[in-house]
Nanobody, 129 residues
Framework: QVQLVESGGGLVQPGGSLRLSCAAS????????MGWFRQAPGKERQFVAVVIRSGRGIYYQESYAESVKGRFTISRDNAKNTVYLQMNSLKPEDTAVYYC??????????????????WGQGTQVTVSS
């Protein structure tokens, strides 16, 4: 059983930056593909970014939703059991609760909610002036 705890959310002005963190415990973090999703009020949860597990001959690979490509960067530190989401050039439409999730899938990179096995409780990100 993997537990995921997000942190780093908050209120930021348009054009600003935030870095979200997701700390994992209770499992072998390096064996999971890690993703970020978000859910705005009244909308479905949507894929944001995913980073494949690395090591044992599996190359580091990441993928992004079109709406965040070039502005967000996902990364992971297997030594710290943590995945990050660096968010730059934030827009009001990025306002949502952000969730991290862990998947046993490798390829194709999981982008659907039902492809993930464990979820965090979410952290609120609000982009507003």
């Amino acid at each position: 059983q993997v537990q995921l705890v997000e942190s780093g959310g908050g209120l930021v002005q348009p054009g600003g930056s935030l870095r979200l963190s997701c700390a994992a415990s209770g499992g072998t973090f390096s064996s999971y593909t890690m993703g970020w999703f978000r859910q705005a009020p009244g909308k479905e949860r949507q894929f944001v970014a995913v980073v494949i597990r690395s090591g044992r001959g599996i190359y580091y690979q990441e993928s992004y939703a079109e709406s965040v490509k070039g502005r967000f960067t996902i990364s992971r530190d297997n030594a710290k059991n943590t995945v990050y989401l660096q968010m730059n050039s934030l827009k009001p439409e990025d306002t949502a609760v952000y969730y991290c999730a862990a998947s046993r899938m490798i390829m194709p990179l999981p982008r659907r909610i039902d492809e993930y096995d464990y979820w965090g409780q979410g952290t609120q990100v609000t982009v507003s002036s």
